[in-house]
């Protein structure tokens, strides 16, 4: 059987485009290398979900993918944040708004998503193909002509869509694949990276903060003591650096500069400048005088924060917390506004949610995800080269380039 449109990728773009195209009445295949479909989506946004983001206007939700994002602009113009929402509500997925625009199933339950795609898929009467690798795209006179799988079965169709991700959790599938397979048809490949990561820092103290999680701290990240990067919000130590949504967004920057003198300041009191943060520690002193001073921090510090600030400031833990010296706070409160982790590293594609770079994008029309070198290939999801923040950007390109590439491959068959 020949059918309209073939995608290889069982991922939320997979998904999409295929539904879509289903959808408007082609034959579709969707062919997934893993035993089910959506594993890398069920472990989106810790398990819950986050479908997209609505805190943004469209152009500001472009610009959150840097240069890279006026490529969006048509896309997101037809299936953008707002037509997703609408998107799932249909579906039966119910949806709601938290802190920083973040959308999530009201279940908190990202199987819920699945499950509901899945069923989009049965409605288009898409053939699903799992457990099924292809092992490589044919191409014959600027077209592909067909795929061959891992055991040598041929899938012929008039169209083809590549949603294979980035390189990020391969235990999920995502290998690259779909890289090289573009590389081997002339498209380039810009610089991979992983992006969303963690990082890893030389002081071992952080050890002891393992699970700390940090709201409203302000991060800024310096190179030879010049600040390079800085974000507001929330953060989380690890058994050997800081992960959160603030360190993950500024990972790619941090790797950029690495090897190099590389270091992250936190400052726990950012709503406080030195002098209004000295008269906030002297006013907690005399309140509780004669405490002693590893006692004396409880309300401004998170419980398990405070040994390593005592141990740091070199204050003696059971000295009377009035009869600290000014010298005393001067260093307190610089540990507090400016505590300093040197940078190791980042976590590779085994702990990045997304992978940055990948397929050039000059070489695709933003109008329909197709390939300006092969005929009748298109190519959505993360193996473009677009990455965005955290809180539900990325997965938003996803539905977006996935949705215009399905409709694309329906409204242009050949």
């Not at 398990?47 to 983001?53: E, P, S």
């Not at 610009?63 to 037809?78: H, P, Q, V």
């Not at 921090?297 to 998170?302: I, K, V």
């Not at 005929?375 to 938003?396: C, H």
Request: proline share 3%.
């Amino acid at each position: 059987m020949k059918y309209n449109a073939a995608i290889i990728g069982g991922g939320p773009a997979g998904i999409m485009a295929a539904g879509r195209a289903g959808e408007l009445g082609a034959r579709v295949v969707l062919i997934e290398k893993n035993k089910n479909l959506g594993t890398k989506l069920l472990i989106t946004g810790k398990g819950r979900c986050n479908i997209t983001n609505l805190k943004d206007k469209p152009r500001d939700f472009i610009n959150k993918f840097g240069k890279n994002g006026e490529f969006l602009f048509s896309a997101f113009s037809r299936f953008g944040n707002k037509e997703t929402i609408n998107f799932f509500e249909k579906l039966g997925v119910k949806t709601k708004v938290e802190r920083g625009g973040r959308v999530l199933p009201v279940s908190d339950k990202s199987q819920d998503v699945t499950e509901a795609l899945i069923d989009y898929l049965r409605r288009g009467k898409v053939k699903i193909e799992l457990n099924s690798e292809v092992k490589k795209l044919v191409k014959k006179n600027n077209r592909i002509e067909k795929i061959i799988l891992a055991d040598n079965e041929e899938i012929t169709a008039d169209k083809f869509i590549v949603t294979t991700g980035g390189k990020s959790y391969s235990k999920t599938g995502s290998t690259g694949d779909g890289y090289k397979w573009a590389k081997e048809l002339g498209h380039t490949i810009t610089g991979l990276s992983p992006a969303l990561t963690p990082v890893i820092v030389k002081e071992k103290v952080v050890k002891e903060l393992e699970g700390l999680s940090l709201k409203n701290v302000e991060i800024g990240v310096f190179k030879d003591n010049k600040k390079i990067a800085s974000r507001f919000g929330e953060a989380m130590f690890t058994a050997d650096g800081m992960s959160g949504p603030i360190i993950l967004d500024m990972a790619k920057t941090i790797g950029k500069e690495l090897p190099g003198n590389v270091k992250i300041k936190l400052d726990f009191k950012p709503a406080l400048d030195f002098s209004k943060l000295d008269q906030r520690i002297q006013r907690d002193f005399q309140r509780d005088s004669k405490k002693m001073f590893k006692n004396s921090l409880d309300e401004l510090l998170p419980r398990k924060l405070i040994p390593v600030i005592v141990k740091l400031s070199k204050i003696e833990p059971k000295k009377k917390s009035n009869f600290i010296t000014k010298e005393e706070r001067k260093r307190l409160s610089h540990l507090l506004k400016e505590f300093t982790l040197e940078i190791k590293g980042v976590g590779g594609y085994d702990k990045a949610i997304i992978t940055a770079g990948g397929i050039k994008l000059s070489e695709i029309d933003q109008k329909t995800m197709r390939s300006n070198l092969i005929d009748n290939l298109y190519f959505a999801g993360e193996i473009l080269d677009l990455d965005g923040p955290t809180g539900g950007y990325n997965l938003q390109v996803c539905w977006t380039t996935g949705y215009v590439a399905g409709e694309s491959v329906v409204k242009n068959c050949s």
